[in-house]
């Protein structure tokens, strides 16, 4: 009978702005327009949070700078501060430094691969709706420009009188008019695509059949040159270092850590605001170690030494922050793309979850979050409240005093009042996850609610050789804190309370796709 409910609500497509409907007891989101995702109000921490920001713009003189520090591919539990660190053979203090003196935020939520998360958190939109449903690859041609009708935080911040970066991979797109420097970003300095996308052109040993077949390496040198690029707003990328040797490619998150840090010094002495995206290359498979970093990991494995690549990297930039004097003036968000890779084996991460990249099992979804600003954020604070990468998107622009666009639905949240009270509670109500154009599952509250699930008959396989089904007649249901693996579902039999609300929401959610649709830019498969 329950499911028939279901069933209903997607048909009918519940209200947008509910005023048809009765507002669910068990839902705090409220919906401002039909073009935003609801939010739960909170706005006791939220009138809090508005005088410490224009008490800080009144001494600083100007709106705050953002750093946001996205790795790739890191698993939730690779840092110590979620559990890795030491005990798994890489530390990381300077992460974990940055998690105790800030917030740890237990349930941040990525999308289960690299490009659809990047363009999320660069857009506020679900990959679903910009198109950008899974990673680009090499000289994939795209029927579409994926930026043609969308618009970037980085945009929206140099409207506001920001200075805007991107250093380091990219991924959304490598035709000209689809790179960083033509969508809103003042420079660019970086990578076009993963790091694999650069190694299997160069090791040997991984790659033997195309490197050693003389007219397949000439035909993927006509797709693509391998080389980091540099680019001014509007202009042509150039080349800044060619990428033809492993030495090289091993080198090249030093590379971004020394762009990143001198574009903080030209903002800082510009006495400007500064949006800057650290996007590490790292730790991406297929890593080889950088030579400050070969072997000094204590488990002396590629990955490992990445890891403590990336954590030193991280203290180079708190460092500069400090020494350029913005670092009570910036704030600094630390994530991962998605979660551990356990296709790539040991050249993966670590996550105490079920899954793993390309899922939406916790896995394959959940990653690292922090939350770092000195005088703005207390330290040693920690929340399982939820935040979905999204919000980076209404969270940095509102920072910077841009205005949202309105002509389009907007996923994210405002998460700056969850971010800066001292008490903060999140503003999100619930995280919706897709594979590709599926809405595949849903968290809400402390609950796990799947309408599709990967299964993975070779385990660790989930990437090369899963298949996603649809459940049976109830969503396979989890709670997270009795049951974080997502083990033993509990279907109907102790959620029947809770599946009401989450049909509502699910129903709210796929009726926006009615006036504000889904995207295609020829990223399907060819055959579904
Ligand atoms: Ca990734």
Same mark, same amino acid.
């Given at each position: 009978m329950r499911f028939q409910l279901f069933a209903a609500a997607l048909a009918l #497509?519940? *209200?947008?702005?509910g005023a048809a409907h009765a507002q669910?007891?068990?839902?705090?989101a409220r919906a401002v327009s039909e073009t935003f995702e609801p939010a739960r109000p909170n706005a006791d921490q939220q009138a809090s949070v508005v005088k410490r920001l224009k008490a800080l713009e009144a001494r600083t003189g100007r709106k705050p700078n953002i750093l946001i520090l996205l790795v790739d591919d890191? #698993?939730? *539990?690779?840092?110590g501060a979620f559990g890795g660190g030491t005990a798994i053979g890489a530390p990381t203090p300077a992460i974990d430094r940055i998690a105790r003196e800030g917030l740890k935020l237990t349930s941040t939520y990525a999308q289960p691969t690299c490009t659809p998360t990047r363009a999320a958190l660069m857009t506020g939109r679900l990959p679903a709706r910009t198109g950008l449903t899974r990673p680009t690859l090499t000289g994939e041609r795209v029927l579409?420009?994926?930026?043609?009708?969308e618009k970037t935080a980085a945009a929206l911040l140099g409207e506001a009188g920001y200075m805007t970066a991107l250093s380091g991979k990219w991924?959304?797109?490598?035709?000209e008019s689809d790179q960083p420097q033509q969508v809103g970003y003042d420079e660019y300095f970086g990578?076009?695509?993963?790091?694999a996308e650069y190694t299997q052109a160069l090791d040997e040993r991984r790659y033997p059949e195309l490197i050693f077949n003389a007219e397949r390496m000439a035909a993927l040198r006509q797709l693509s040159h391998p080389a980091v690029m540099a680019a001014r707003k509007g202009e042509k990328a150039t080349v800044?270092?060619?990428?033809?040797s492993l030495e090289k490619v091993a080198e090249i998150d030093q590379q971004f850590a020394a762009y990143s840090e001198d574009f903080i010094h030209r903002a800082a002495k510009a006495r400007k605001p500064f949006y800057l995206v650290?996007?590490?290359?790292?730790?991406?498979?297929d890593n080889f170690s950088a030579k400050d970093f070969?072997?000094?990991?204590?488990?002396?494995n590629p990955y490992k030494d990445a890891v403590i690549e990336v954590d030193a990297i991280v203290e180079r930039l708190m460092k500069k922050l400090k020494d350029e004097g913005v670092a009570d003036n910036t704030l600094v968000f630390f994530t991962s793309?998605?979660?551990?890779?356990?296709?790539?084996?040991?050249?993966g991460g670590f996550q105490p979850w079920r899954g793993g990249k390309g899922t939406t099992w916790e896995g394959g979804v959940r990653v690292p979050g922090i939350a770092y600003w000195p005088g703005m954020i207390k330290g040693g604070r920690e929340s399982d409240g939820l935040f979905d990468l999204l919000d980076l998107f209404n969270t940095s622009v509102l920072l910077g005093g841009g205005k949202l666009p309105d002509d389009r639905y907007i996923d994210g949240v405002d998460q700056t009042s969850f971010l800066l009270a001292d008490n903060g509670r999140s503003n999100r109500e619930a995280v919706f996850m897709y594979s590709e154009r599926s809405l595949t599952a849903i968290r809400w509250e402390e609950f796990k609610i799947h309408f599709k699930v990967f299964q993975t008959?070779?385990?660790?396989?989930?990437?090369?050789e899963s298949t996603l089904v649809s459940t049976g007649l109830s969503p396979w249901v989890y709670n997270l804190y009795l049951d974080p693996k997502e083990q033993k579902s509990v279907g109907h039999r102790t959620f029947e309370w809770g599946l009401p609300r989450v049909v509502g929401l699910v129903g709210r959610h796929m009726a926006t796709?009615?006036?504000y649709p889904m995207k295609e830019l020829g990223l399907a498969k060819p055959v579904q």
């Open positions: #497509g519940l *209200g947008l702005g669910d007891p068990f839902i705090a890191m #698993g939730w *539990g690779d840092p579409v420009s994926p930026w043609a009708n991924h959304l797109g490598e035709a990578i076009f695509s993963a790091l800044a270092t060619e990428l033809d650290h996007s590490f290359s790292r730790v991406h498979n070969k072997g000094k990991s204590p488990a002396a793309d998605n979660g551990a890779n356990e296709d790539a084996g040991s050249d008959p070779v385990p660790g396989s989930n990437i090369d796709y009615r006036k």
